[in-house]
């Protein structure tokens, strides 16, 4: 009888304990998503405020009571940002595309066809990886300057495939390794070809991952700062991470409304590609540690 | 070529020069396999292996760059008291924003997992909105926040009736801003990988502990550490790595301000190389960060290979 209490007893107490653990788990996600939101709201509500308003002291800052688009205006009528968004779209491309055939090609050969040094070598590409970009700007400073490539887009294109070809490669591995082997066996017993196979076999069983390594590429070219900021002092040779926070913040008197409207045009393509494929982004992100 | 041919046509239905075909298909395949890595070599050994190389070389001249100084840079360096605090204030930096990282990224995966799988997807997206956003960009937004006259964390602050504080202008307040940020910007990572790690565990295995009578701090200590303990290290060890070579956050927002108090190694050696143009000095700055991360980086090797055997 009383070992009868004693679960009926648990079994409330494993319910109270649920319905417990519930209700901090969405205090907690609330608490977290105000924090974790609030920065960039408050860059979007200061970017749609009035100077006047935002100058006033007296009222809440984090209320919106005149918005207003000219902010934007100005900014998407200021030609210069307009440049620093070209360079960033051309720096941005050249070096994903660039970066996906280099660690397709390479990833392939490392998973697939074992040579001399193969290991050796994929070993080495996840070190490359840990490799931070600060430890290298200073004698990269002196290589790009060497080639006459300090102050032009072309300097980061060549220096950025660093930031993303490692991981990206390193990932690709992991992507192709986990192709089964009877797969290349059928396509070589059908006499395809090493190439054939790549294009016909490994590329589009392995788009998820390829996918995943080229938001990567993206995302990380996009917000790449180091690089720009030690490589290029010209305007108009700026990405834009470098140009909104080196000439739009400038003088005593900060425009902050449009230094805000542009911080929020420079981060949008980013946030865009994860509202889409925000599984991919995800996919990318974790594919480090739990792949490969 | 043609000769190789017509071996392989008469020689097919015996074994022993198939055996030969096989082999040259092997030689053949290694030669492709080469060829295809080649642009990865050319990336790693010309963007990465020479840079690090040149820059030991780099930092044993001396400023003007016409004579080999030995190792001069690091004795000056040692013997500066700026220097002593930017090791110290890095290691600081690192250390606290990883720890914070960490916890709250484990905090938030745990509370994230409790909750209905069909929520899940909708918070998950939300919480992962810092890591999206380029640090530079969103370090301007907090940097506004911070603003002396006009800081909305202030007048957040005041609601609740605690005094203003000096988030940029005193030097204490300077480095916990500056960790805030990182911890802002980097919790959310953490907290993925964590999600990750703790869908992989089996569910049997709460089962059997559930029917065993495990707490729930028991199952916690005797299930979910154990088993998340190889990506809890991989992802603590990574962000070391990251934060501690950290740029951005601290260009932006203090610019290692006030007083050269704030500044981390790659911001030193920023302004040490790039903008005061001592070259050799910079680069031995920013070497010195090169034991730390080669000890990290064994780790991290160890716990990645030790990982793919288990799973493999």
């Known amino acids: ?292 | 070529m043609a000769a190789d041919g017509t071996v392989d046509l008469r020689g097919a239905p015996t074994p022993a020069p198939r055996a030969s075909t096989l082999q040259r298909l092997a030689r053949r395949r290694s030669s492709i396999a080469f060829l295809m890595t080649l642009p990865l070599i050319a990336v790693v050994a010309g963007l990465v292996v020479y840079p690090a190389g040149y820059a030991i070389y780099l930092s044993m001249l001396n400023r003007r760059m016409d004579a080999f100084a030995g190792f001069l840079n690091y004795e000056i360096l040692i013997e500066n008291d700026t220097f002593w605090m930017v090791v110290w204030q890095s290691c600081f930096f690192a250390v606290v924003a990883v720890l914070l990282k960490a916890l709250i990224g484990f905090w938030l995966a745990h509370m994230l997992h409790h909750i209905p799988t069909k929520g899940q997807r909708k918070w998950r997206g939300m919480l992962l909105i810092p890591w999206v956003i380029p640090p530079a960009l969103s370090t301007l937004g907090w940097w506004w926040m911070f603003d002396p006259t006009y800081s909305s964390i202030n007048w957040v602050l005041a609601v609740f009736a605690v005094p203003a504080v000096p988030w940029l202008g005193e030097p204490w307040w300077a480095r916990i801003s500056v960790i805030m940020v990182n911890v802002w910007y980097g919790a959310p990572f953490f907290m993925i990988m964590y999600l990750a790690a703790l869908k992989s565990v089996p569910e049997q295995l709460y089962e059997a502990a559930a029917i065993d009578g495990a707490s729930s701090t028991q199952r916690l200590i005797h299930i979910t550490l154990p088993m998340m303990r190889n990506i809890i290290s991989i992802t603590v060890l990574f962000s070391l790595i990251v934060t501690f070579a950290n740029y951005d956050i601290v260009r932006v927002l203090t610019n290692g301000g006030p007083r050269d108090l704030t500044h981390v190694f790659a911001t030193y050696a920023f302004q040490v190389g790039i903008l005061s143009g001592n070259i050799p000095r910079g680069a031995a700055v920013s070497l010195f960060m090169l034991p730390a991360l080669a000890v990290f980086a064994f780790f991290i090797l160890r716990g990645v290979t030790q990982r793919n055997r288990e799973m493999a």
Request: net charge neutral; glycine share 8%.
């Open chain 1, 1 to 292: 009888m009383s070992t009868a209490e004693g679960i009926y007893h648990k079994a409330g107490s494993l319910r109270s304990e649920r319905r417990w653990a519930l209700w901090v788990s969405y205090t907690s996600l609330i608490i977290a998503s105000i924090i974790f939101l609030a920065p960039p709201a408050y860059m979007l509500i200061t970017s749609l405020k009035t100077n006047a308003d935002m100058a006033n002291l007296a009222g809440n800052p984090w209320l919106l009571t005149n918005p207003t688009l000219e902010h934007y205006g100005a900014i998407l009528g200021n030609p210069i940002f307009l440049v620093f968004f070209w360079n960033s779209v051309k720096v941005t491309l050249l070096v994903v595309a660039l970066t996906m055939v280099i660690s397709i090609l390479a990833a392939f050969a490392l998973a697939r066809m074992r040579f001399w040094g193969s290991q050796f070598l994929a070993t080495g590409v996840f070190l490359t990886y840990l490799v931070p970009d600060t430890l290298l700007f200073i004698p990269l400073y002196q290589i790009v300057g060497g080639l006459g490539l300090l102050n032009s887009t072309w300097g980061l294109v060549l220096v950025y495939p660093t930031l993303t070809v490692p991981f990206c490669t390193w990932i690709m591995i992991g992507y192709f390794a986990s192709i089964p082997k009877e797969l290349d066996e059928a396509a070589l017993i059908d006499g395809a070809t090493w190439p054939q196979m790549l294009i016909k076999i490994f590329i589009p069983v392995a788009l998820p991952g390829i996918i995943a390594a080229t938001i990567f590429a993206f995302t990380v070219s996009w917000a790449a700062f180091v690089y720009p900021t030690a490589f290029v002092t010209t305007p108009d040779q700026m990405p834009l991470t470098i140009g909104v926070v080196s000439q739009l913040v400038r003088g005593d008197t900060f425009a902050w409304g449009q230094i805000m409207a542009g911080a929020l045009l420079a981060a949008l393509p980013p946030v865009v590609v994860y509202a889409f494929l925000m599984d991919y982004y995800i996919a990318g992100l974790t594919a480090g540690a739990t792949k490969g």
